[in-house]
């Protein structure tokens, strides 16, 4: 797997490395904060010593129409467009400077299964959520939302 770090449209970090892996771990992902994308490229073989060459570089795909939160500080109300095949919001948690820091964005659906989250948060974070429709990651939920309105409703028939 070759992570490749991009901040705006500039190439921060490009990683490379060879080496045994379960077939599961061969993926094309992309991770998008905004301020931030992760590019996962990773080309697999089956033989003995077939990986003399490296994986195709990632490259950043054009806008697919999804949209999903991002943060600007605590400020999580800006709007992503997503790229290629980000088709999921996402929302973790990293730490930056000793403080735990909530970020999110827009993933493809690889970075959300189940067998990649452990291996993805060793990149991006612990406490990993997705979810799939246009600006599903917000902060508020739909269930404390509910709670909230029906609370009283029930307080106004109870005491009428």
């Known amino acids: 797997m070759v992570p490749l770090f991009v901040a705006g449209n500039s190439k921060l970090v490009d990683i490379k490395g060879k080496s045994c892996a379960a077939a599961e771990e061969c993926v094309q992902a992309s991770i998008n904060f905004g301020v931030s994308q992760t590019l996962l ?6 033989s ?3 990986n003399s ?5 990632g490259s950043i795909s054009s ?11 605590n400020d999580c109300t800006k709007t992503l467009y997503c790229n290629g095949d980000e088709d999921h919001c996402i929302s973790t948690s ?5 403080q735990k820091v909530t970020v999110k964005g827009c993933a493809s659906k690889v970075v959300c299964s189940s067998t990649q989250s452990a291996q993805i948060a060793g990149i991006i974070g612990t406490e990993i959520s997705c979810c799939q429709g246009d ?16 609370t009283p409703l029930i307080s106004l028939v109870l005491f009428s």
């Not at 060459?53 to 570089?57: C, I, K, S, T």
């Not at 806008?63 to 500080?73: A, L, R, S, T």
């Not at 990293?94 to 000793?98: F, K, L």
């Open 41 to 46: 490229t990773s080309k697999c073989c089956t």
């Open 135 to 150: 600006l599903c990651n917000s902060a508020i939920s739909t269930t404390a939302g509910l709670l909230l309105f029906v």
């Open 63 to 73: 806008p697919n129409g999804k949209k999903c939160f991002q943060c600007d500080g």
């Open 94 to 98: 990293v730490t930056s400077g000793g």
């Open 48 to 50: 003995d010593l077939c």
């Open 53 to 57: 060459q490296d994986a195709p570089e």
